[in-house]
């Protein structure tokens, strides 16, 4: 009874609020690229299931259930992209719509063969932390690139996997997770962001920083490091 588009439906709708969130339909419709008819009836039946709830006017969240699938369905998207990038070579920006054919069909041997193969990864090629089996996934607190400013000193830790061109930009220009960045510069009134990494410098714009999600870097007392 628990079909792919029932599986993708939870993923979709555990990813828009970060697994505790309602979501509205509207939300679910223009992430999946569907009608608003179309989310409305696979709303009606996954609340049949027992996967939801709904509540009119205010949105759908997910059962426990629900959340179990969601997690991990996103359990094994993650880990296939980390396999593809490690055993089979893949580049970052190709392993997303690979994992997205695989991930419902791919047995829970092959998912703990992966898993023990690759190390029992924390993370996929992009950053995003992969959920545990029991179905733990890490809470961090992280900001987009956007909220940087003049002087900080920045990680990058995850990056969105959900436009091939960007990401193949971005590994141009040399920005991946664990890549530490300087802001050089903020331009006023949504301009653009001077990063420097190593010897380079970037000008980003906001089309990019808010798909960049980063985590601040301190010094020994706390404080964080600024300056280039």
């Known amino acids: 009874m628990i079909t792919q588009a029932v599986q993708d439906y939870l993923k ?3 990813k ?17 690229n569907v009608s608003q008819a179309s989310v409305t009836g696979m709303i009606k039946k996954m609340a049949e299931l027992k996967l939801l709830s709904h509540t009119p006017y205010y949105g759908v969240a997910l059962s426990e259930a629900g959340r179990k699938i969601a997690l991990e369905i996103i359990r094994h998207h993650r880990l296939l992209e980390r396999y593809l990038a490690e ?21 829970e041997e092959m ?9 029992h ?8 932390p992969i959920p545990t089996k029991e179905g733990f996934i890490a809470e961090r ?11 900080e000193k920045v990680r990058v830790e995850q990056v969105s996997d959900r436009d091939p061109e960007m990401l193949r930009y971005l590994g141009k220009i040399g920005i991946y997770p664990d890549v530490e960045l300087n802001i050089v510069e903020k331009a006023p009134f949504g301009g653009p962001l001077t990063v420097k990494i190593g ?30």
């Open 111 to 119: 998912e703990e063969r992966m898993a023990a193969f690759l190390g």
């Open 199 to 228: 010897k380079q410098q970037h000008h980003l714009g906001e089309g990019l920083t808010d798909h960049i999600l980063i985590s601040h870097i301190k010094n020994r007392r706390g404080e964080n490091r600024g300056g280039v």
């Open 87 to 107: 055993a089979l070579g893949y580049s970052w920006d190709e392993v997303h719509d690979e994992a997205e054919r695989l991930e419902h069909v791919i047995s």
């Open 12 to 14: 979709v709708i555990y």
């Open 16 to 32: 828009l609020g970060e697994g505790d969130e309602s979501v509205t339909t509207n939300a679910i419709a223009e992430r999946m």
């Open 141 to 151: 607190e992280l900001t987009t690139l956007t909220s940087a400013q003049s002087g």
């Open 121 to 128: 990864p924390s993370t996929d090629p992009h950053g995003a």
